[in-house]
């Protein structure tokens, strides 16, 4: 069993949709949560980083952090045509070396 | 305030070459990362370096790749010789100390023939 899970799509949306990306764990010790946008060919974009269980919202992206299920979303609102790309989560545990453990990333296409 | 840079951003070779990939971070950052990223997959942390010190090379294939911070700033990675399955996109990272948001650059693809 792979420590994170990731679907990896591809998921298509009409615009305007509520998109909703998900990605599970099994490494109770992961403390760090964070989600990432990769645009094709470019680098990873940090898009929200959150400690610990709870939501943390910034402008039309939400982070939810389920600790009790090892459970993590991503909500985008009023999903736009360049919105589309490889969502990819990643986690660390708040000790030691940091190191993040990312998913493969879940492609989104944004429909116009 | 400037990002992660890399170069160069894209490399062929043939394999059995050897090949180098530079990194600079962003300015103040003391940790940085090199992943590999190949095709349909995550990144995947080769080496972090805090400082000029190794913290974490537990996935370097020790026997071809290799990686310096000499100053502390700047970073090479080497491969050497290439095999195919080395082809990826190869990413560098950097976070203000370790625990923090780490910020990449936009790769280097590698495509070893």
């Known amino acids: 069993q792979k420590e994170v899970e990731q679907d990896p799509g591809p998921l298509s949306v009409p615009e305007g949709a509520i998109v909703s990306l998900n990605c599970t764990y099994s490494n109770s010790a992961f403390q760090y949560f964070m989600w990432y946008r990769q645009y094709s060919r470019k680098g990873p974009e940090l898009l929200m980083y959150?400690?610990?269980?709870g939501n943390k919202e910034d402008g039309r992206f939400t982070a939810q952090v389920d600790k009790s299920s090892k459970y993590i979303s991503l909500f985008i609102r009023d999903s736009q045509p360049s919105d589309s790309a490889t969502y990819l989560c990643a986690m660390s545990a708040a000790s030691g070396t940091y190191k993040y453990i990312f998913g493969t990333g879940t492609r989104l296409k944004v429909l116009a | 305030e400037a990002g992660v840079a890399q170069s160069p951003r894209y490399k062929i070779i043939e394999k059995r070459q050897s090949v180098a990939f530079w990194c600079n971070p962003i300015?103040?950052?003391?940790?940085l990362y090199w992943y590999q990223q190949i095709l349909g997959q995550g990144p995947k942390l080769l080496i972090q370096?805090?400082?000029?010190?190794?913290?974490?090379d537990s996935q370097l294939p020790k026997d071809r790749f290799s990686a310096e911070r000499l100053k502390g700033v700047d970073s090479t990675l080497k491969i050497q010789p290439a095999k195919l399955e080395d082809s990826a996109v190869y990413l560098c990272?950097?976070?203000?100390?370790?625990?923090?948001?780490?910020?990449f650059g936009p790769g280097t693809r590698l495509t070893v023939t």
């Open positions: 959150t400690y610990s269980s």
């Open positions: 300015s103040g950052h003391a940790t």
């Open positions: 370096f805090q400082n000029n010190g190794v913290v974490d």
């Open positions: 990272a950097s976070s203000l100390v370790e625990g923090n948001e780490q910020y």
